[in-house]
Structure formats: structure tokens, C-alpha cells
């Protein structure tokens, strides 16, 4: 068998996967009719694990994705995320997450995926313990991305509880649509424009059987989910980096000599440049630190009272109705103006206590996403 092995995990049901010389190979777990975390225990007869590199791709059942959008300006995309994420995912603290991002002229757009923690973390201590070199934990579509298929634009059909389909353009997720019905080729490419549609159901009505893609090996990049306790150290790598620091020693041992000369000729040539510089030095010197000084007077006379963004985030939490959510946070240190842009749908209940925040304007509403949008200006003492 591969040392390069594949776990595919649904609601309830798993099985290995791997590359033989006669082609791939897919061996079932005996766990249908049964609970999923009934079936784990399954995970610990298989020897083959020892040793092995092994890669789990969760079914499209197990996990929760939604897309979103930053600005451009965003200075730090992963900050700005984990600043979300509770709102986002549907699982609360019991979830792993992982997320990738695509730049576009409307702004930064944010594709993410959610599992829940405590159904995973049992099948990936079974794993740990019996030998598996654990190297990713990913939706399952990853898989399907090749050589040959991160170069297209194509959609691939998962069949389940509720069916999805998951759109791809050159490797990257484009969006994953609900599609409970056997996936239609014709159909996906007029709505979508994606030319290729690959199913995990039936091959039928225009759909190419995605079991052909498991021939090559996966090329999957982003998406990965692993918890980093579960990931083992990389001895190869620590050994490269060895031998590169040690190719450096010797390359610095044989220049040393050269580069002692050279450091003494530049040290006698900087003493002389100071002895005859010394004056013009100290000058500089002093006309640098007044210039600091003034600045730092400038800052201070320029600076007003700081308001108390932590009282205000908290009036915030407590204010605004329990449904409703940020999309945006800007404060204007000029004009001493907050202004809040998101989503609610409880418009009735922002109006009647925006009045709390201080001196609230509500600017605008407008219908997107089923929800209202919202820009408020708060004007702070």
C-alpha cells in the first residue's frame, strides 16, 4: 500500500483511499447504520496507518461554508477574520475553521470553511496514536483538485443529507450552492458558465464521474483544517536547514580572513573620518534630538482626550439588537465621529436603541443579503 493515504469522512460512513500501481483504490468502513462516532474506533485495526502520510477529507454534511468580503484597505486579513469568526460560524467555540482568500476590485473576498471540533478531534487522536503522519484535515471536493483540474474552470456535485455544489476556477473555490437534486451538466454550465461538471453520485444528465480525478495525486493547497498539536515535526526539513547553516559556517571560516582585513582597513578609516568630524557630530547630533523634541511637543499639543473605546464596544454589544452584526468600524479621530456599518434584521429594535450610544444618526438602510444594511454615525463628546 501508498504511504500517502486518504481518510474520506460523512455522516456515516468512511473509508481509506490510496494510489496503487493498478490504479486507486477505495476500501469502505463497515459503519453504515451507525452513529459516526460509533464508527471511529473502526480507524484503529488498519496497520497500514503506521507510518503512513495521511490526508482527511471531510463530506460537504460535516461542514458549513459562507464567503464574505473585506475592503482593500484591510490591513491584516487574518486579524480582521478572527475578529469574525464567532459570528460566522454556526458551531461556536466547538469549531475549526480555515479560510482562503482571492483579491478582486470590490475588495478582498474570503472564502471559509467551519467543522465542528469535537467530532474530529476523536478520529484524529485514534489516528495520532496509531502511527498516522497526520499532514491535513480538508473538505472533501480538495481532493478532486489535480494537475489537470486546478487549471480549469469547473463544479463538482456532492450528494447527501443536502447536496452541494461546489463551483472551482483555476484551483481557487469560486462559491458552494445548495443542490439537494442529481446535478444537472447542461444546466450548471448556463447558470454558472462552468464548462465541466463532475459528480460523487451517479454519473448522469451530462455529469463526468469524479472518481476518474482520484488517479492523480491531489494538488491541494489551502483549506486546511489540521489543528497544529496534531501536526509532527518536519525532521527532514530540520536537517536541510542543518546542513544549509553549516555550508554557511564554512562559507563564513573561508572568507574570514579576507573580511578581518577589510573590517581592520574600514575601522582605521572610520576613527580617522571621527577625529576630524567630531564637532560637526555633536552638532548634528543636538539638532536631531531638537527636532524630535519639537515634534514630540506637536504630537502632544495636536493630541485631545482619548474616548473610551472599551465602555463604547460594550454599550455597542449591549445596544444593538442581538441578531444584528458588524460589516464595518471606523472612527475619525478629527472629527471625534464612529461610524458603524452591518446587517440586522431587526431595524425596529436598532432604531429604539441607537438613542443609548450617545449622539446616534442612522445615515441610511438599505435591503441586501434578506437583511437591512446599516450606516450609523455615533458623534462622541
Not at 33 to 61: M, N, R
Not at 120 to 128: N, V, W
Not at 133 to 145: A, D
Not at 349 to 359: F, P, Q, R, V
Request: aromatic share 8%; hydrophobic share 40%; net charge positive.
Amino acid at each position: 500500500m501508498s504511504k500517502n493515504l486518504d481518510i474520506f469522512l460523512q455522516t456515516t460512513s468512511a473509508s481509506f483511499g490510496w494510489l496503487a500501481p493498478e490504479g486507486y483504490k477505495l476500501q469502505a468502513l463497515p459503519v453504515e447504520g451507525q452513529a459516526f462516532g460509533q464508527a471511529l474506533s473502526e480507524l484503529k485495526t488498519g496497520p497500514q496507518l503506521a507510518g503512513a502520510d495521511v490526508d482527511l477529507y471531510l463530506g460537504e454534511d460535516l461542514l458549513f461554508f459562507t464567503k464574505i468580503t473585506l475592503p482593500l484597505q484591510t490591513p491584516n486579513i487574518k486579524t480582521a477574520i478572527a475578529l469574525q469568526l464567532d459570528m460566522l460560524s454556526p458551531f461556536g467555540d466547538d469549531s475549526l475553521s480555515t479560510f482562503a482568500s482571492q483579491r478582486s476590485k470590490e475588495g478582498f473576498v474570503i472564502t471559509l470553511y467551519f467543522c465542528r471540533r469535537s467530532l474530529i478531534t476523536p478520529l484524529l487522536e485514534i489516528l495520532s496514536k496509531a502511527g498516522a503522519h497526520l499532514t491535513g484535515l480538508y473538505p472533501e471536493s480538495q481532493r478532486y483538485l489535480t494537475r489537470d483540474t486546478q487549471k480549469l474552470v469547473w463544479s463538482l456535485w456532492s450528494p447527501g443529507r443536502f447536496g452541494k455544489i461546489t463551483h472551482f476556477r483555476h484551483g481557487k473555490v469560486i462559491s458552494r450552492d445548495l443542490c439537494t437534486q442529481q446535478a444537472n451538466g447542461a444546466l450548471i454550465q448556463t447558470r454558472t458558465g462552468s464548462p465541466t461538471l463532475y459528480t460523487l453520485g451517479n454519473a448522469e444528465s451530462g455529469a463526468a464521474s469524479a472518481m476518474s480525478l482520484l488517479a492523480q495525486p491531489a494538488s491541494v493547497k489551502e483549506y486546511n483544517m489540521l489543528p497544529a498539536s496534531f501536526l509532527r515535526p518536519d525532521y527532514m526539513k530540520k536537517a536541510m536547514v542543518a546542513l544549509v547553516a553549516i555550508n554557511l559556517v564554512l562559507l563564513v571560516l573561508l572568507g574570514g580572513f579576507k573580511g578581518l582585513v577589510l573590517h581592520r582597513q574600514a575601522a582605521a578609516l572610520d576613527q580617522h573620518i571621527a577625529a576630524t568630524k567630531i564637532d560637526a557630530d555633536e552638532a548634528l547630533t543636538i539638532k536631531g534630538q531638537i527636532k524630535k523634541y519639537e515634534k514630540q511637543l506637536d504630537d502632544y499639543r495636536a493630541m485631545g482626550t482619548n474616548i473610551d473605546l472599551i465602555a463604547f464596544m460594550a454599550g455597542l454589544n449591549k445596544n444593538l439588537p442581538s441578531s444584528a452584526y458588524l460589516d464595518q468600524f471606523r472612527f475619525d479621530g478629527k472629527t471625534r465621529t464612529i461610524t458603524l456599518q452591518g446587517y440586522t434584521d431587526d431595524l425596529p429594535g436598532l432604531t429604539e436603541n441607537i438613542a443609548a450610544l450617545g449622539a446616534a444618526t442612522l445615515k441610511s438602510t438599505m435591503k441586501r443579503r434578506d437583511q437591512t444594511y446599516f450606516h450609523l454615525e455615533v458623534s462622541m463628546p
